[in-house]
């Protein structure tokens, strides 16, 4: 066995190791709490009564088991991926395999929580409430983060285009091009960025059920959260697809050239905007956009305030 | 935001069309503003769709809203129907007066002398058309 394999088995078994101690804690109260005002200060939101915070930390719950369960599933999809045919490892089988696999059932189980459970219950004696326009997406993410998925599918495109005519015309290696796995990454982007816009689309007329606004804003948090990481997998796809292409440029360039500094160049590129991506959905108003925009009324009172320990 | 109480005398529908009347009127819905779908709207307030499809109906017969086919229910540019209808009517007038090759100015003159005016703006047809 190899070092390469080794080091590969090493990684999906300290995720799955991560991903399984997480399930354990989360059944603990004092984890459960410490999620909930990680989220509510995120979210910015007020918590006025306890069966808005009962709710949330039921849905953070719930949540945050679905996505780990889907962590492992995709970890045994790649592990039995990995040994059927052991000579997939290689420095790019984490890259290729393991982070689409995980962040797709992460993210589908994530919107399953979504679609299938309502934060709030409708009750017989409450009043009924409603939002009186339609929302969109620019509603819940900013317009500046709904565009760069798009973006990186598009680039994708014409990277595998001019990949092409490069290796038509002799400036690349064509065998080097045609043995990387652009095409197959492309597809994966295409299919995943299609199949997010009418995911998105339903969650857009999923029911809302709220006997007030306080329970309306955040059931738009929840949403928000779900649009961010259904985001983020169509733009880490995409991204794949636009490394994967322009790195297999690098490597037909290095074949003909007898060099090797475009591929390494190439590497820590994706590497870098890798977690640029993970930035750009992490950070800046990421989490609170669809406050300022749907709720810039509400107010939340200051975490020490005590309302977040119900 | 809508609120529909149940226990209330007034009818859901009537609910409905009363305060979407009301934020159109306020200036909460200001015109060209998307509503939600029906069965968006009725499954948010736990309503039959033609509950909602009702108050929708008796909104766009008002001149409150205007549907768009598959692009959704929208406020009217003007709510007010009386002013919607005399924007229609001067849309045509203007459209008239350029059959007619009328500059603005003999339009406006028009306008005012039909209208019974006084007295007409200063100087309309001596300024030049921009």
């Given amino acids: 066995m190899d070092f390469t394999l080794i080091l590969t088995w090493l990684i999906i078994g300290v995720l799955a190791l991560l991903a399984g101690v997480t399930l354990f804690m989360l059944q603990t109260d004092r984890y ?14 007020p918590v006025q009564a306890d069966n808005v915070a009962a709710a949330a930390r039921l849905r953070i719950r719930t949540r945050t088991s679905a996505m780990f369960v889907g962590e492992l599933a995709g970890l045994f999809l790649v592990a039995l991926v990995l040994f059927v045919n052991p000579s997939l490892a290689s420095s790019s089988f984490i890259w290729l395999f393991v982070v689409p696999a995980v962040m797709t059932t992460m993210t589908t189980l994530d919107v399953g929580v979504a679609l299938h459970y309502s934060l709030f219950r409708r009750r017989a004696d409450a009043p009924r409430l409603a939002r009186a326009t339609a929302t969109t997406m620019r509603d819940y993410v900013s317009p500046w983060r709904l565009r760069v998925a798009p973006a990186l599918v598009v680039t994708a495109v014409l990277l595998n285009l001019v990949g092409a005519v490069l290796s038509w015309v002799g400036v690349i290696d064509p065998a080097t091009f045609g043995r990387s796995s652009t095409l197959p990454l492309l597809a994966a982007a295409v299919t995943v960025f299609a199949v997010g816009k009418a995911v998105e689309r339903r969650i857009l007329q999923q029911t809302q059920p ?14 928000a959260e779900t649009f961010r990481a259904l985001l983020l997998l169509e733009t880490i796809v995409a991204w794949l697809a636009v490394g994967a292409a322009g790195i297999a440029i690098l490597e037909g360039i290095d074949a003909i050239a007898g060099t090797v500094w475009g591929t390494g160049a190439g590497m820590q590129l994706f590497t870098l905007g890798f ?16 406050r300022h925009r749907l709720w810039p009324n509400l107010v939340t009172p200051h975490p020490d305030s005590g309302l977040g320990s119900n | 935001m809508i609120v529909v109480d ?40 736990g309503l039959a769709p033609n509950t909602v499809a009702r108050a929708f109906r008796e909104l766009e017969r008002q001149g409150v809203v205007e549907t768009r086919g598959r692009h959704g229910t929208f406020v009217s540019t003007h709510g007010d129907a009386v002013q919607r209808r005399a924007q229609l009517a001067a849309a045509i007038f203007a459209e008239q007066m350029r059959t ?20 007409a703006p200063e100087n309309p047809l001596n300024s030049t058309d921009e």
């Fill in chain 2, 100 to 119: 007619l090759r009328l500059s603005n100015e003999e339009a406006i003159v028009l306008a005012l002398a039909a209208l019974g005016a006084d007295r």
């Fill in chain 1, 210 to 223: 709220a006997a007030d606004e306080l329970e309306l804003a955040w059931d738009d948090a929840f949403r």
């Fill in chain 1, 32 to 45: 459960q709490q410490k999620l909930f005002f990680r989220f509510w200060q995120a979210v910015g939101l």
């Fill in chain 1, 275 to 290: 977690f640029v991506v993970l930035s750009i959905f992490s950070f800046g108003a990421a989490q609170s956009h669809f």
């Fill in chain 2, 6 to 45: 149940l226990r209330s005398a007034v009818p859901p529908f009537e609910q409905i069309r009363v305060q979407i009347l009301d934020l159109v009127r306020s200036g909460d819905l200001p015109p060209q503003t998307r509503l939600p779908t029906v069965r968006k709207l009725a499954s948010d307030l």
